[in-house]
């Protein structure tokens, strides 16, 4: 597992997603789960993708009506990349449950 941080002093809000990915499980999808700022100690959003790059790209350019966009919420902090993408939709869980770390 890959493991970036840049830590800018924000806290472990997030967004839910939907699990149960039989598919995402039986290939061996990767997954990623990100956080995105608006600005320092400014809002904050938690996501899981298959495609970091594409869905930072939609969530910059605002391309999907939705949170982020409504509140300019654009430049990542932090992500992981992780070998399953239910194994990464977990992490959000836990990440927006308020245990960060796992313990």
Known sequence: MLNFSLE????W???????????CQS?????????LASARNGTLYTGVTRDLA???????NELTPGFTSKYGVKTLVWFEEHDLLTTAITREK???NGRGSGS
Request: with cysteine.
């Open 8 to 11: 800018l002093g924000f806290g």
């Open 54 to 60: 594409g869905r930072l790209y939609e969530h910059q």
């Open 94 to 96: 836990t990440i927006k």
């Open 13 to 23: 809000p997030g967004v839910a997603v939907d699990a149960g990915c039989y598919l």
């Open 27 to 35: 290939t061996g999808m990767k997954g990623y789960v990100y956080i």
